[in-house]
C-alpha cells in the first residue's frame, strides 16, 4: 500500500510531465479526458451485461458468483479510470479486460483457497 499511494503518485506525474514534455500539453490533457470518457462508456457497458448474466443466473436458479466478481472488478476499475494519468488509465483498462479479470479472480481464489487450507482465514456459511 506504501508504493500505491505515496510512490505511485511520484511515478504518475513524472510520466505526465514526459508526455507533456513530448506531445505539450494540450494533447496530453486531452488524451486524459478521452481515456476517462471511454472508461465510463465501456465499464457502463460492461456493468449493464454483469446485471443482465446475473438476471440470468438468477432464472436459471443459479447464484450469480461471475456477475458479482465482474461487478467488483468494475467498481475497483472505475476510480482508476477517474483518476487523471496513464498508468491509473492502464490498470483500469486491464481490469476492464475480460480475460485479465477472470485471470486475476482465479489468482485471487486460489491464493483465499490456500489461506483457508492453513488455517489463516475462516469462511462461515449461514443460511437465512
Request: net charge positive.
Amino acid at each position: 500500500l506504501l508504493i500505491a499511494f505515496v510512490v505511485g503518485p511520484f511515478v504518475e506525474i513524472y510520466i505526465l510531465l514526459k508526455a507533456g514534455g513530448a506531445f505539450g500539453a494540450l494533447p496530453v490533457i486531452l488524451a486524459c479526458v478521452a481515456t476517462a470518457i471511454l472508461g465510463g462508456v465501456i465499464m457502463r457497458l460492461q456493468g449493464f451485461a454483469a446485471l443482465a448474466s446475473a438476471r440470468r443466473d438468477i432464472d436459471a436458479g443459479k447464484a450469480p458468483v461471475e456477475a458479482a466478481v465482474d461487478g467488483v472488478f468494475l467498481l475497483v476499475a472505475a476510480p482508476f479510470l477517474m483518476t487523471p494519468g496513464f498508468m491509473t488509465d492502464a490498470l483500469g483498462f486491464m481490469l476492464l479486460t475480460p480475460p485479465i479479470r477472470r485471470a486475476i479472480a482465479r489468482y485471487a481464489l486460489s491464493r483465499l483457497r490456500q489461506a483457508v487450507d492453513r488455517g489463516d482465514v475462516k469462511v462461515e456459511v449461514r443460511r437465512f
